[in-house]
Each structure stands twice: as C-alpha cells, then as structure tokens.
C-alpha cells in the first residue's frame, strides 16, 4: 500500500545553528533512502502559498495559506509499505516529528479507485 508522509514543521524548524542545520539535513537524507520511499519534496516557506478557492465560477487568489497554525507542512513523502506499522515506524524516525512539528501518515487512493 502507498502512504503520504506529510510533514510539519514546527516555525523555528530552520532556526538552527550552521552544524546543527548540515547534520539534521544529512539525517533527512539518509531516511529518504530508506526502502520503500518512492518520492518527495521538501515545499517552500508558507508565506510563499497562493490559496485558491472558486466562487461563482470564479477563482479567487489570496497570498498565503490557506490557515493560520501553528506547524505548517514543510514537505511530503511517498513511501510504499507492507502495513501501517512500517509506515508510522519510518515517519518516527523523521526530525519533524521529534523537533515539535509532526508526520501525518495517510494512505493513498490508488489511481482509478474513489475514497470512502
């Protein structure tokens, strides 16, 4: 089964300093090359987000995001799993997850079917 490993940071995520910085991102890196990660992309700051959302048939653009949280999602993964342990077990390991931010673990709709 694929399952989205979504990301939040938690807002001071980046504030580290230069050593600690290059460490935790050697750590993200070695964790992405663990099996059955397929993909992933880190995303950029939230203050760069357009939120869309259509009324009357018309889009309507707003900088930002779309809510004001406390973490925000920093990046997703997908990870291909034998069962939901596998997957909670790989998104423990990731540094968000410890370092006041968190890893929602979701699966995924494989293409052609629809979510119940």
Same mark, same amino acid.
């Given at each position: 089964?694929?399952?989205?490993? @979504?990301?939040?940071?938690?807002p001071?995520?980046?504030?580290l300093p230069e050593?600690?910085?290059?460490? @935790?991102?050697d750590?993200?890196?070695e964790?992405?090359?663990?099996? +059955?990660?397929?993909?992933?992309?880190?995303?950029? $700051?939230?203050?760069?987000? =357009? =939120?869309?959302?259509?009324?009357?048939?018309e889009? @309507?653009?707003?900088?930002?995001?779309?809510?004001?949280?406390?973490?925000?999602l920093? +990046?997703?993964? $997908? $990870?291909?799993?034998?069962?939901l342990?596998?997957? =909670?077990?790989?998104?423990?390991?990731?540094?968000a997850?410890?370092? +006041?931010?968190?890893?929602?673990?979701?699966?995924?709709?494989?293409? +052609?079917? $629809?979510?119940?």
């Amino acid at each position: 089964m694929k399952y989205a490993l @979504l990301i939040y940071n938690a807002p001071d995520a980046r504030d580290l300093p230069e050593g600690q910085l290059e460490a @935790l991102i050697d750590e993200y890196q070695e964790i992405f090359q663990s099996p +059955g990660v397929i993909d992933g992309q880190q995303l950029q $700051l939230p203050g760069s987000a =357009t =939120t869309v959302r259509v009324e009357n048939g018309e889009a @309507l653009l707003s900088d930002g995001p779309f809510v004001d949280a406390k973490e925000y999602l920093g +990046g997703l993964w $997908l $990870l291909e799993a034998d069962n939901l342990d596998v997957a =909670t077990a790989l998104a423990a390991r990731i540094p968000a997850a410890r370092m +006041g931010g968190a890893v929602e673990v979701r699966p995924v709709v494989e293409r +052609g079917a $629809l979510a119940r």
